[in-house]
C-alpha cells in the first residue's frame, strides 16, 4: 500500500555477478520506513534478505530458492 499510496525512492542500486542492493525510503501519511535490500545469487540459487525500518520497529525478511526443473509436471502424470 506505500508505493500506491505514499512515495518511495530508491537509491544506492548496485548490481554485480554474484549480488543485488539496493536501499529505498518511503513516506505514507507522514511516516517514514527505510528498507535496505541484499540478493545474493549463484548458477541455481538465491538468498535474499531485506530489512524495513519504521520508526522504532525493524522487519527482517529472509527468503531463499534454487533452480528445480525447466519443466512442471501434471499432477497425474506420476501415477501413469
Not at 6 to 16: A, E, H, Q
Not at 43 to 58: A, E, F, I, L
Amino acid at each position: 500500500a506505500l508505493a500506491q499510496t505514499g512515495t518511495c525512492t530508491t537509491s544506492n542500486v548496485k548490481l554485480t555477478d554474484k549480488m543485488l542492493t539496493f536501499d529505498a525510503r518511503c513516506t505514507h501519511e507522514g511516516t517514514v520506513s527505510t528498507v535496505r535490500g541484499e540478493m545474493t545469487f549463484g548458477s541455481d540459487w538465491y538468498k535474499t534478505v531485506v530489512t524495513m525500518t519504521m520508526g522504532k520497529d525493524v522487519m527482517v525478511m529472509k527468503g531463499s530458492g534454487r533452480w528445480v526443473s525447466a519443466q512442471c509436471k501434471k499432477e497425474d502424470e506420476d501415477e501413469e
